[in-house]
């Protein structure tokens, strides 16, 4: 039991949640890890949205309500801490939803469907096909989703695929704890935030921005530029840490 007034307390109902997902095979043991890993980036940034994160969540938006084909691409870890989440976007921006696993078999995609499922997502089906120049099984992709679609949201990606799918001429926002990693450095838009945070925030501003507002901030970023502005805050944190 975690006592409530744990100061960790969100945390550690995080991490025991998740490794519940892990033993009941929603998400794999490496993304555990991977978990971890963000975290420790969590710290970096305040446990908070940035305001570049905020400029980055309002740009994704608008290219997700400009998209023709947007795709939310989602694995284990995304789908164990975000599913109603996923949900709510998915009614706000109309995407379509795709299972799509490093650590893939047919068992966790049905268990994930399920998850999602069970929190109203609308998630595709289909035979995938290799349709990504990549030798591990995140090349598989159904060809009336990820396949054809224009924008992809790829929270919590890998690198090689993050660049595959960009090298296909597709628009890739992602969300990623640290701004130096191979995905945020080669995605389209990075969102330097936690998923639990940024998601309901890009929801936010599907249903906020208006018309104008939407082609004004399909355009008005530079993803170089985000990221210097994360890299920036997180310092100036750090610089104030110990005052």
Request: hydrophobic share 45%; charged share 25%; with cysteine.
């Amino acid at each position: 039991m975690i006592p409530k007034d744990h100061p960790r307390y969100r945390s550690l109902k995080v991490r025991e949640h998740l490794a519940r997902c892990a033993a009941e095979g929603i998400l794999s043991l490496e993304g555990l890890t991977a978990h971890g890993r963000g975290e420790a980036f969590d710290y970096l940034i305040g446990e908070k949205t940035m305001e570049s994160a905020l400029r980055a969540e309002r740009a994704a938006a608008a290219l997700l309500l400009c998209a023709e084909r947007p795709v939310i691409s989602v694995n284990g870890n995304t789908a164990a801490l975000a599913a109603g989440s996923i949900a709510l976007l998915q009614q706000a921006s109309n995407a379509a939803v795709e299972v799509n696993l490093f650590h893939r078999t047919e068992e966790r995609i049905r268990k994930i469907t399920t998850l999602l499922e069970r929190h109203g997502v609308t998630v595709l089906e289909g035979i995938p096909e290799r349709l990504l120049p990549l030798s591990h099984a995140r090349a598989l992709c159904l060809p009336g989703g990820i396949g054809s679609a224009d924008v992809v949201l790829v929270p919590l990606e890998d690198g090689d695929r993050c660049q595959a799918l960009v090298d296909a001429g597709k628009t890739v926002i992602t969300i990623d704890l640290n701004p130096l990693s191979r995905t945020a450095m080669t995605a389209t838009l990075t969102i330097v935030d936690e998923v639990t945070r940024a998601i309901p925030q890009v929801t936010r501003f599907c249903r906020a921005l208006t018309r104008e507002e939407v082609q004004l901030c399909a355009t008005g970023y530079e993803n170089r530029e985000l990221l210097r502005s994360a890299i920036r805050e997180i310092q100036l944190r750090l610089d104030h840490a110990l005052d």
